[in-house]
């Protein structure tokens, strides 16, 4: 899944992200592929009976005011997450084979377009 997301401004005080969600089974089971403003990280999470595990993680700076590219690509077992064109995270996990997609932001001014599914 790729999309383009514009942040104007994230919630200062409190725990403000955007991302994608993959493979999305219901609130309680998925992947999140997900940027976090409080912690300035990139995040590859699986969601398993509503507890988050964090596959990987690096610190990002993500820009506001201006279009960030964001996509997902899960390959059997391997998820890659790339930003602008760069791949930044990497994982490999079993939870999930299929499900549904999503887009998410949280405590954020955010806006979402030119999302296309391979």
């Known amino acids: 899944m790729n999309a383009k997301v514009k942040v104007d401004a ?3 005080g ?9 493979r999305y ?3 309680n089971n998925s992947y999140n592929f997900q940027y976090y403003k409080l912690t300035g990280e990139l995040k590859i999470q699986k969601k398993v009976a509503g507890v988050f595990t964090t596959l990987a993680t690096k610190n990002y700076a993500f820009p506001t005011g201006t279009w960030t590219n964001m996509k997902a690509v899960l ?8 930003v602008n064109g760069n791949l930044e995270l990497s994982a490999t996990d079993t939870s999930f084979s299929s499900g549904k997609i999503g ?3 949280h405590r954020a001014n955010a806006k979402f377009d030119d999302v296309t599914v391979q």
């Open 25 to 27: 089974q219901d609130a």
């Open 75 to 82: 390959n059997g077992a391997n998820l890659d997450f790339w």
């Open 10 to 12: 994230f919630d200062p």
């Open 14 to 22: 409190g725990y403000a992200g955007v991302g994608i969600d993959a």
């Open 103 to 105: 887009l998410n932001a």
